[in-house]
């Protein structure tokens, strides 16, 4: 069995998290998105088949040829015109059944098992709000339709991006969307009016990542799924410092600081600080008497920024990668 792992893409949504660095290497709970997927599929398959685009050399060498005991194979999306056009890429590479992943969220290996146990199948998931997904209409548990983005309901199985598929789907052409990108559920539905395609309910076994907050909230996830408080790699954590629902990367230093429901990634040094709700990025180094505010989302900063002595942080504000603050500046919501 083959996977096709989706993950070309510039991921603008989650700037500036993904100027520096591909939205799949970013890391909740200490790991990097792909790699859980990459060990999620151990057991299932002998190969995966990485789609790569934007700082494919920061993918291919994190991973290398191999990993988790499973064959690596890269193919370059030149131009990322959907997921259609993605999997154009791989139509030499696969074999005849094979899986189709997104890199950039999360999956879960029982709800991937259960759709082997199907010809074809796609994961679903009971959401609040479809009108943020494209959504399958499904019928008798099998495909019957799918709306993107519906302004009215039709039907609340959002599309998680898990697929299983065979090389039919190559004979089912995507015609391109409104937003000019061809895209493979537009193959999945045409192949759906031949042959029945199981719609499999994830039950919680998929962590879709869409905005920085996602991030935040795939953390929080699988802190619960581990059962941890925090996640703590090889970093300096003092005792005067007050850490809660946090990942906290390596080579980190984090003195007399208060900090909860946040994402630190590696190298990022804190001092006498009070942050939640934030992500932030690799090398960062925040000063004595920052407070980063928060209102549902704290602050998003980008890689190697340097936050001066005493600055307040308004909600929502996103600082792009090597910005230096003056110290004690206030930064409102409307500036970056």
């Not at 074999?95 to 199948?121: E, N, S, T």
Request: charge should be neutral; aromatic fraction near 6%; charged fraction near 30%.
């Amino acid at each position: 069995m083959q996977a096709v792992i989706l993950t070309a893409g510039k991921s603008t949504r989650t700037y500036p998290l993904t100027l520096t660095q591909p939205k799949a290497l970013i890391k909740v709970a200490n790991k990097p998105i792909l790699q859980r997927n990459i060990e999620q599929l151990a057991g299932l398959v002998e190969e995966i088949i990485l789609i790569v685009g934007y700082k494919a050399d920061m993918i291919k060498n994190y991973f290398g040829n191999e990993f988790a005991g499973i064959k690596l194979k890269y193919i370059e999306q030149k131009e990322q015109l959907g997921t259609g056009h993605a999997m154009m890429q791989v139509k030499d590479h696969v074999q005849d059944r094979f899986l189709v992943l997104m890199g950039d969220d999360i999956y879960m290996h029982d709800a991937i098992k259960k759709c082997l146990d199907h010809k074809y199948a796609v994961l679903a998931e009971y959401v609040e709000d479809p009108s943020r997904f494209g959504v399958f209409i499904s019928e008798n548990g099998f495909v019957n339709g799918f709306v993107e983005k519906p302004k009215e309901f039709v039907s609340d199985l959002a599309n998680t991006g898990l697929y299983l598929l065979d090389k039919k789907i190559f004979d089912e052409h995507a015609e391109k969307s409104e937003r000019g990108e061809y895209e493979l559920t537009d193959s999945v539905l045409k192949l759906s009016k031949k042959e029945k395609v199981s719609c499999i309910e994830a039950k919680d076994s998929w962590i879709s990542i869409g905005y920085p907050k996602d991030i935040l909230n795939a953390n929080k996830k699988l802190l619960e799924f581990s059962k941890q408080e925090n996640s703590i790699g090889k970093s300096e954590v003092d005792d005067e410092s007050k850490v809660s629902g946090c990942s906290i990367g390596n080579g980190c230093k984090i003195k007399n600081s208060v900090m909860r429901n946040c994402v630190i990634l590696d190298n990022v040094k804190i001092e006498g600080s009070v942050i939640t709700n934030s992500v932030i990025g690799n090398g960062v180094i925040i000063s004595k008497g920052t407070k980063i505010l928060e209102n549902g989302l704290g602050a998003v900063i980008g890689d190697n920024c340097f936050i001066e002595e005493k600055n307040v942080i308004h909600p929502g504000i996103k600082i792009w990668p090597g910005k230096k603050t003056e110290k004690g500046e206030v930064i409102p919501e409307d500036k970056t």
